[in-house]
């Protein structure tokens, strides 16, 4: 499970992303007003994962809390 800090007005925009790749991952908001979120990424699909993430890096204000 990997944590992420966002932009909290952009939690659903990563799961709009995200939710366009079946199976590939499950975003969980774990805290609205922080912008926290995590990711239960599909096996052999974290490469795929990050490259989307980092893409959409600037626009979420994405940092990583946890792997």
Do not use: N, W
């Not at 774990?30 to 995590?38: I, T």
């Not at 490259?51 to 940092?63: D, F, M, N, Q, V």
């Amino acid at each position: 499970m990997h944590r992420y800090l966002i932009d909290r007005r952009q939690i659903h925009y990563l799961r709009f992303i995200i939710e366009a790749y079946p199976g590939m991952a499950v975003v969980s908001t774990v805290d609205s007003a922080l912008g926290l979120v995590s990711l239960a990424i599909a096996p052999g699909c974290e490469p795929d994962i990050v490259r989307i993430l980092e893409a959409e890096r600037e626009t979420l204000k994405l940092r990583l809390v946890s792997e």
